[in-house]
Structures are given as structure tokens and as C-alpha cells.
């Protein structure tokens, strides 16, 4: 396993994050517990939960299942570097969502209930919230990180002028404030690149990739489809997806067939390859669909492979950072 500083800070992270978001609705609690065990086995010590997970209003399903998992002990919470979110529903009344102090308290003190642990290491906003001015946000954050139940803190879905207030903020706080972002970023959703990397990159925070393979779409799903074996791939808006970009992605299989590489470790060693990039998270329902993922860590991609991929998958106007992408 390959480790890197999540972002500007000190605290060391493995190169592939496990996402926990299927624990609860589509793995069982004793299959949950062996990917963690294997997930470990694989040196990845870097895991991404939220307290909405299991989808069950109020229940946090998923961040229980975690919280079981460590209670058995061996060093487990010490090996995991552990990642939570606040933000959505989780009660019916008006405070039970959002970014209030009393909403980010709350719910910090019940996901350390559920997750049976003393700290969360990353703290992460699970979405903007419009009508929460930084003050009081980060004015909550300070106090959660002063009693040594956050450690730091991170957003999620912000655009790149989100992650410049909250930093100017937080600056003036003399805090620390954002150290990563967790975003959709992956060969078929590229926006990012247009000002949320970049600022990411300017304000030293790490990026978290989630989705890596776009719903499935790029994990074999014509050669799975074909196979009679298609998961997500087959459902809903991915299978929409499928056909709208057949082309490119049937192109796709037969370049990562071309390197020897499973599709899904050629999408996560693109993504590996992208400077700003700390770990991707990887969603494995199976313990064979998180031993694969592994071979993303072992594949390099020369520049005429990522050349091809950039024909394949366009990034936005003329590619790179804003903007310079739309403009001279």
C-alpha cells in the first residue's frame, strides 16, 4: 500500500479510501466487518462514512455497523484513519439538518455514539449550506476540535468559491479550517478541474474522489452487461448513461484490455495520477471486488494512454483550470 498527507497536514492516509456507503442497505453487518478486516490486511487505513449511511432517517445504519466493528477491539479504531459527515436529515423537526452549531454538535456527539470511538479524525460537511454564515460554523468546529472530538475538518460538494470563503474565514480565525474535499471526480464528470481543484490545490486540501467509476460505467459494463453480470451499471441513470456514451466507452474497455489493466483500476490509476488527488474511495460490496481495486495501485499509465483517455473523455472547454478552459 502507498500512503500520502491527506492535503497540507501532517497525517498520513493509504493512496485508496474505503467507502462504506453500500454497509447496512447491501452488505451485511458480518460481511461489512470482513472487508474492514481485509481493508486492513491491505494497508488502508483511510475510511470515508456518514452519518445519513444506511438511509434510514436518524438511525445512521452504517456508522453503527463501524462502530460494532470497532468494539471488537485488536487496535481497529487505531489503525483507521476515520471519516464521517454532517449535513442531512436526521431528524424530521426543523434543527435536524443542515449546518447550525447546534446541528454540527449534535450530530458530531451521536456519530461518536454510534461509531463507539472517543474522536472523529475527519470531520467533513456533507454539502454547502446557504444560509449558515462561517462564523457560527466554524465557531462549532473549534469547539468540537478543542475537546479533542474532532481532529479535522473537511467539506464536501463545494464549489470552488465555497472553499475560498470558508479558508478566508477560517484564516481569520487564526484556524486551521478545510484540509480536504471530497467531490464527483472521475473520467466521465470533470467539472472539478475547472476551479475546485484548483482551489483545492491553492488552500492545500486534499481531494477525495467519490464515484471513481461513474456509477459502474467505467468498470467493464459493456463486457458485464455482456456477461449477464451487470450490477449498478444496468440500473436507473447509469444505464442511460451507458447508451448515451457507448462509443467512448466500449473504446474504453478495449484500451484498458490493450495495457492489461481492468477498467476499474485503469479509471482509479487515472485519478491516482492526478495531482491534486489523495485517495479515491473505492464502494466494495464483495471482498473480491476490494482485492481487485488493489491492481490500481500497481499500474502506471504512460502519457499516451492518458493522451487516449483525454480523447475519449473530454475534459470541460479546453481543458485544465478556469479560465483558461473557456477563455484566451
Known amino acids: 500500500m502507498e500512503y500520502t498527507n491527506l492535503g497540507r497536514t501532517g497525517l498520513s492516509v493509504s493512496r485508496l479510501c474505503l467507502g462504506t456507503m453500500n454497509f447496512g442497505p447491501k452488505t451485511t453487518e458480518p460481511d461489512s466487518f470482513a472487508i474492514m478486516d481485509r481493508a ?5 487505513n483511510f475510511f470515508d462514512t456518514a452519518n445519513v449511511y444506511g438511509w434510514k432517517t436518524g438511525e445512521g445504519v452504517t456508522e453503527t455497523i463501524i462502530g460494532n466493528w470497532f468494539a471488537q477491539g485488536s487496535g481497529r479504531r487505531e489503525k483507521v484513519v476515520l471519516a464521517t459527515k454532517v449535513y442531512g436529515k436526521m431528524q424530521e423537526w426543523p434543527n435536524g439538518q443542515g449546518l447550525s452549531a447546534r ?3 449534535a450530530e458530531a456527539n451521536a456519530s461518536l455514539r454510534r461509531l463507539q470511538t472517543d474522536y472523529i479524525d475527519l470531520y467533513q460537511m456533507h454539502h454547502i449550506s446557504r444560509t449558515t454564515p462561517w462564523e457560527e460554523i466554524w465557531q462549532a468546529m473549534e469547539v468540537l476540535v478543542a475537546q479533542g472530538k474532532v481532529l479535522y475538518v473537511g ?16 484564516k ?3 484556524f486551521l479550517g478545510l484540509v480536504a474535499e471530497q ?12 476551479e475546485v481543484l484548483p482551489a483545492a490545490k491553492q488552500y492545500g486540501l486534499g481531494i477525495i474522489p467519490w464515484s471513481p467509476l461513474h456509477g459502474g460505467l467505467l468498470s467493464g459494463a459493456l463486457a458485464k452487461a455482456a456477461a449477464g453480470t451487470a450490477g449498478r451499471s444496468a440500473e436507473g441513470r447509469s444505464a442511460e ?9 466500449e473504446e474504453f474497455e478495449k484500451l484498458a484490455a490493450s495495457i492489461g489493466g481492468d477498467p476499474a483500476n485503469v479509471a482509479l490509476a487515472w485519478l491516482l ?7 479515491p ?4 460490496r464483495t471482498l473480491s471486488q476490494l482485492d481487485s481495486t488493489l491492481g490500481a495501485l500497481e499500474l502506471s499509465l504512460d502519457q499516451a494512454t492518458l493522451d487516449r483517455l483525454d480523447e475519449l473523455f473530454p475534459p470541460v472547454g479546453k481543458g485544465g483550470p478556469g479560465p483558461e478552459a473557456w477563455a484566451w
Open 155 to 170: 467539506s464536501s460538494n463545494f464549489a470552488g468559491w465555497h472553499i475560498a470563503a470558508a479558508q478566508e474565514s477560517a
Open 103 to 105: 446541528h454540527i454538535i
Open 273 to 279: 495520477a492526478q495531482e491534486t488527488v489523495t485517495a
Open 172 to 174: 481569520a480565525r487564526h
Open 241 to 249: 448513461d451507458l447508451e448515451k456514451h457507448r462509443a467512448a466507452i
Open 183 to 194: 467531490c464527483i471526480y472521475n473520467l466521465m464528470a470533470r467539472t472539478v478541474e475547472l
Open 40 to 44: 486492513l490486511e491491505h494497508g488502508i
Open 281 to 284: 474511495i473505492i464502494g466494495p
